[in-house]
C-alpha cells in the first residue's frame, strides 16, 4: 500500500474562527429584532421583501467580508426574503413558509404545516459558499481535483489564480404526530453535500535520517501545495419517541450518521524540476524523494455511527426532580483500502476495521429541602471501548535495516465526572454557593517501552499516561447591594494529578491533557442602574494554569485575563444607544529546553449603536464597531512578528412606510479589515513552495456595501 500521508491541512489559518464569527455579524439582515415566532402566528401575518445589493471592489479586495455572505461573485445581488404565515380557522391548519437570502449563495427555505397538537411536517433546505479568503498563484493542472500535476513555474506569480470554495447544500425533511395525549413521535432525515478543495499539501524534511531523499540541496526537502479534493455526502436520521405523564418524562429514540467520501485518495504527479528554497535554484528531485511527494494521500474514509438513547426525568416530588439519560453509540470504519485507491498493506487486512462502542450514563438530581436551600448533584459515566485491530502500516526504510512499526495504541477510555453544588439564601441578600467537580480518566495502557510500537510512540510524543483525576472547588458570594446594584464574586481552585508515566523520548513533548495541573481563577461581575435610563454591566475574570511533568518541555503555564462592559442608555420613548468595550489577553508558557516562547493573543473591541424612530414613519439605526486582535511570538530564539487583525465596521439602515403594508429598507456598510500574518509572507515576499506556487491576500481591505429592498405586508 503506497504510504497513507495524513494531509497537512493548513494549520497557520489562526484567525479562522475569528473572521467566521465576524463575517457571520456582518451578514446583511435586520438590525433590529422582529417579532418573534409566537406573535407572527398571534397576528398571521406575511411579508415579502424584495431588493438589490451590492459590494464595492474586485473579489480580492473584498475576500474577508464576503467570505460566507454570497456577494462575492456579482457587482450586483439579488435580494429576496420571504414569511408566509397562514391560517385555516376552518380546519386550524397552520402553514408556514420562511426564505432568507433567496437571491444569495447562502440561501435558506422552509416550508411547515402544522396541526396544533395533532401533526407537524417540515422541508427544509440550506445551503452556504465559503469561499477562501486568500490566493493561489500555481502551475498546477487539475487543483483540487484528486489527480493533480505539478508543474513549477520559473518565477513566483507567473501562474494562474485559484480561490477555492467549498459549497454545502442540505435537505431536510420531518414530522411529528401526537399519538395519544401523552405520546409523541418525532423524526427528521438530513441529506448533505459538501464540494469544492480546501487548503492542503505535503512535505518532507529530509535531514531527517528515516527519509534520506538525497544528497546536497536536495536534502533540504520539498515542501508542495496539494488542495484537497471535497466531495462528502452525509445522512443524519433521528427519530425518537415522547412519553410525558405528571411526574414523568421518558424520550427513547434512534439516532445515525453516515458519511461518505467519493473521493478515496489523491495521487499527485510531478512534471519537471523543484526549487531550492531560495525559489531561483532548479532542482532534480531524486527517486526517494519524488516517490515520497507523489505516494498517494489518504483522504477521510467512509464511515457510520448509530446511537441508540433514553432519557427522560421524574418528580420525585414538587421540590425534587431527577434527570438521566443512557446512550449506546456503534461507530465504525471499514473503507476498503482497494476502492480508496490504495494498496500493500499489511497481509491479509483489507480495511482499518475501526469499531469504536460507547457506552454514556448520565444521572442528575436538584432538590430544595428548605425555602433558602437549593442542591444539585449530578454523575457522568462515559466507557468507549476501541476494538479497531492494531496491525503495522508504516514500512520505513534507511540507512538502517528495514524496519516496521504499527499504531499499536489503543483510543479506548472510561470517564467519570460527578458534580456537587449547593446554594444558600443567606441574612442581608447575601446568597452563597459552594461547588465540587470531580473527573477521571482511564486510558488504555500505553505501549511499553520494548513493543515494537515504542519507537514510533516516541516520535509522535514525550511519553503517555494511564490515568489522571481531577478535583475542582468553587464558590460564589452573590449579593443585592441595594434596588440598583447587586455584584458577586468567584473563585475556582483545581488540581489534576495522575499515575506515573510511560516515558518515550526524554526530549518530547507530553500531552497537555495528562500533565499534572494546578488551576486557580477569579470572577466578579456587576450590575448597575445609576438612574432609570442608563444600565451597565460589568464583568471580569483572571485565571492561572500551572503544569508540571517529567520533561522539562512542552507547556508550562497559561493566563487569561478578561474585562467587560455593556451599557444601554434610553435616550427618550422612540431613541436608545448600546456599547460595550471588551479586552481579553491569553498566554502560553512554552520551553524547549534552552527555547522559551511565550504565545500571546490579545483582543480588543469596541462598540457604539444607536436605534430610534425620526417619526412615525422612519426608523433608522446604526453601530459603529472595532476589534483589534493581535497574536505575539514571544521567542527567545527568534524574533518572529506579531499577526494582527484589525476591523473597523460602520453599519447604518433606514426602514420608512411608505403605507400601512409597504415599507422600504436600505441598509449600507463600510468595513475597514487589516490582516498581517507573516506565515504566509513578510514585508511583500509571500511563502514559496517548491514548485514556486505562493498563497497571498490583501493585506488591506475597504469594501461599501449598499441594499435596498421594498417590504409588502399582508395578511
Known sequence: ?????????????????????????????????????????????????????????DSKSKSIFTQYNGLRNNDANLLLDIDVTRLNDATGLWTKIEGRNLGLDDRDLNFSQ?????????????????????????????????????????????????????????????????????????????????????????????????????????????????????????????????????????????????????????????????????????????????????????????????????????????????????????????????????????????????????????????????????????????????????????????????????????????KINGKLEAAYQLPNHYRATVGIDYATVQRAAPPSLTSPAATDMGLAVGGLRENTREASYRAELRKVLSDTLNGAVGVVHSQRTGDSWTLYNATGTLPSSMLDRNRNKVKLSAEWVPISKLSLQFNFEDGKDTYTGPAQVGLSDTKMYLAAIDATYVLSENWKLTGYLNQSDQTQDISHFSIQSQLEDVNTSVSLGVVGKQSSRLDVGGNLSYMNDSNRYNVSSAGLPDVTYRVTTLKLFGKYALQNNGDVRVDFVHQNASFNEWTWGNNGTPFTYSDNTTVTMQPNQNVNYLGASYIYKFR
Not at 475569528?18 to 422582529?34: D, F, H, N, W
Not at 452556504?128 to 489527480?147: F, K, L, P, V, Y
Open 114 to 414: 402544522t396541526k396544533q397538537g395533532d401533526w407537524k411536517y417540515f422541508l427544509e433546505y440550506n445551503e452556504i459558499t465559503h469561499h477562501d479568503i486568500r490566493t493561489i498563484n500555481t502551475g498546477m493542472q487539475g487543483a483540487g481535483s484528486t489527480a493533480p500535476i505539478i508543474k513549477s513555474l520559473t518565477a513566483p506569480g507567473l501562474g494562474a489564480d485559484l480561490n477555492l470554495q467549498l459549497r454545502r447544500e442540505a435537505a431536510t425533511v420531518g414530522g411529528e404526530k401526537w399519538i395519544s395525549p401523552n405520546l409523541l413521535f418525532e423524526v427528521s432525515f438530513k441529506d448533505e453535500d459538501k464540494k469544492g478543495a480546501r487548503l492542503s499539501g505535503v512535505g518532507i524534511t529530509c535531514g531527517f535520517t528515516r527519509y534520506p531523499c538525497g544528497n546536497g540541496v536536495n536534502a533540504s526537502g520539498a515542501a508542495l501545495l496539494l488542495p484537497e479534493p471535497v466531495d462528502y455526502n452525509t445522512k443524519q436520521i433521528d427519530a425518537k419517541l415522547n412519553y410525558s405523564g405528571d411526574k414523568f418524562l421518558l424520550s427513547g429514540g434512534y439516532y445515525g450518521s453516515y458519511f461518505t467520501n467519493s473521493n478515496g485518495s489523491m495521487t499527485p504527479a510531478l512534471s519537471g524540476g523543484l526549487y531550492a528554497p531560495n525559489g531561483t535554484t532548479a532542482l532534480a528531485p531524486t527517486a526517494n524523494l519524488t516517490n515520497y511527494l507523489t505516494a498517494p494521500i489518504a483522504l477521510s474514509p467512509n464511515n457510520q455511527a448509530q446511537q441508540f438513547y433514553v432519557s427522560g426525568n421524574y418528580a420525585f416530588t414538587p421540590t425534587t426532580h431527577s434527570n438521566f439519560k443512557y446512550a449506546y453509540t456503534h461507530a465504525t470504519q471499514n473503507d476498503s483500502f482497494g476502492s480508496m485507491g490504495l494498496s500493500g498493506g499489511p497481509a491479509g487486512i483489507g480495511d482499518l476495521g475501526g469499531v469504536m462502542n460507547t457506552n454514556l450514563l448520565q444521572f442528575g438530581l436538584t432538590s430544595r429541602p428548605t425555602a433558602k436551600l437549593n442542591v444539585v448533584a449530578n454523575l457522568r459515566y462515559e466507557d468507549k471501548n476501541d476494538s479497531t485491530p492494531q496491525s503495522a502500516y508504516n514500512v520505513l526504510s534507511g540507512s538502517s535495516p528495514l524496519q516496521q512499526y504499527s499504531n499499536g495504541y489503543s483510543n479506548s477510555s472510561t
Open 1 to 57: 500500500m503506497g504510504r497513507m500521508i495524513m494531509k497537512t491541512r493548513k494549520q497557520k489559518l489562526v484567525f479562522r474562527k475569528k473572521i467566521l464569527a465576524i463575517s457571520v455579524l456582518l451578514a446583511i439582515g435586520s438590525a433590529y429584532a422582529e417579532d418573534d415566532d409566537v406573535t407572527k402566528l398571534t397576528k398571521n401575518e406575511s411579508s415579502v421583501s424584495v431588493g438589490a445589493g451590492g459590494v464595492s471592489g
